[in-house]
Structures are given as structure tokens and as C-alpha cells.
């Protein structure tokens, strides 16, 4: 209810100012075109920073079914809906049938793999997917040769709303999604990075 009462007036905001730009165009010079264009990329932002703490309050409330996820297919489906730049490669190892909830994994890997393409500054960049199998616990990896974080902020970028650098794209609730997921599956999650080089997230799912 919260949610949708936030969102009414951005919709409003947004609408409002695409009628400006269309109703007044003769009459708005490139300085107030861009401020309008300002005023709509705000909007969005906020209408993405609702939708995530939606999305991070609601994980671990509903019970769900659990049922077998092909983690190939998923991958493959994440990657249909998600912008990659060209000078992205994404590597996909085989990767195996868990059990779970499609939509929370879909979160956990989708929110992963697009913050490893965000974080990405290489001329040809990749990210890689694969797994490792344990006895008792799926060990999966996303890798990237990206910017790279600081040892110091290892635990920090786990927490909601805390982000690295500001950019546009990150809402700063993404990796506090994965964070919560993997702990609704009894899994855990790491990371090691080299700045300049790139990171590897390593997370567990119990068989």
C-alpha cells in the first residue's frame, strides 16, 4: 500500500513533465529541456529505489512452493531481459538443477550478473557464471574483470542503501536482496577483488 502511495505522484511528476516538454517545446529553451530531463530521470530513479525496498521487504514474508529451477534456463532467460553493452561478453558455465523459488532466484542471479556489468569499465569486459558442487551445498560464482572493490567495503556493500560511488543505475538495495535470499536458503555469500582487476561472488544453496 506504501509502495503504490509513493509511486501515484511520481507517475504524476513524470506525466506532467513529458506535457511541458511536448505542450511547450517552442517555448522552452536546451537549458530547461534539461532540467525537465533531470526531473525525469529522478523520478525513475526513485520509482526503482520503491520497487527494491518492495521487493527486499517482501522476501522471506510469503511461503512459497519449492520446486526444481534450472539454473541453465534461468540464466538464459535473465540475459534475454537484461541490457548488456556490447563490449560485455557474458560466459555461462553448465550449470546444474537446484531447489528453490524461480522468482527469488531469478533475483539473486539477475541483481549479480547486472551489477557485475554496471561495475564493468574494460574495453571488453566479461562476467562469468559457473558453479563448483559440494557435498551438501551448491557452490555457484559470478566473476568480472571490473573495477574492482576495496577490501573494506566487503561487508558493507551488503547493507541497504549503501553504495560505492553514485551512479544513476544502483539503487544501493540490490546486493541486500541477494544478502537475504541467500540467507533464506541457509547459503552464504563472499566475494574477493582486486581493484583495477575485478571481483568473484561466491555463494552457497543447500541442496
Do not use: C
Request: proline letters at 1%.
Amino acid at each position: 500500500m506504501v509502495s503504490h502511495d509513493l509511486k501515484s505522484p511520481l507517475r504524476s511528476i513524470d506525466t506532467l513533465t513529458a506535457w511541458l516538454k511536448e505542450d511547450y517545446k517552442s517555448n522552452i529553451d536546451v537549458s530547461g529541456n534539461e532540467n525537465l530531463d533531470l526531473i525525469r530521470s529522478n523520478v525513475e530513479k526513485m520509482d526503482s529505489l520503491i520497487s527494491g525496498i518492495l521487493e527486499y521487504s517482501t522476501i522471506g514474508k510469503n511461503r512459497t512452493q519449492v520446486y526444481d529451477v534450472n539454473i541453465n534456463r534461468l540464466i538464459d532467460e535473465i540475459i534475454d531481459i537484461i541490457d548488456i553493452p556490447e563490449n560485455i561478453s557474458i560466459i555461462k558455465r553448465e550449470l546444474p538443477i537446484v531447489r528453490g523459488d524461480k522468482f527469488r532466484l531469478q533475483q539473486l542471479f539477475q541483481n549479480l550478473i547486472t551489477n557485475a556489468i554496471t561495475f564493468n569499465d574494460k574495453e571488453q569486459g566479461y562476467v562469468e557464471i559457473g558453479y563448483i558442487e559440494q557435498e551438501n551445498f551448491w557452490e555457484f560464482y559470478i566473476k568480472d574483470n571490473g573495477k574492482g572493490i576495496e577490501e573494506v567495503y566487503f561487508d558493507k556493500i551488503f547493507m541497504a542503501f549503501q553504495k560505492l560511488e553514485n551512479n544513476s543505475k544502483s539503487t544501493g538495495i540490490g546486493l541486500s536482496i541477494v544478502k537475504k535470499i541467500i540467507d533464506l536458503y541457509d547459503g552464504s555469500i563472499w566475494l574477493t577483488s582486486k581493484l583495477g582487476e575485478g571481483t568473484i561472488f561466491n555463494f552457497t544453496l543447500k541442496k
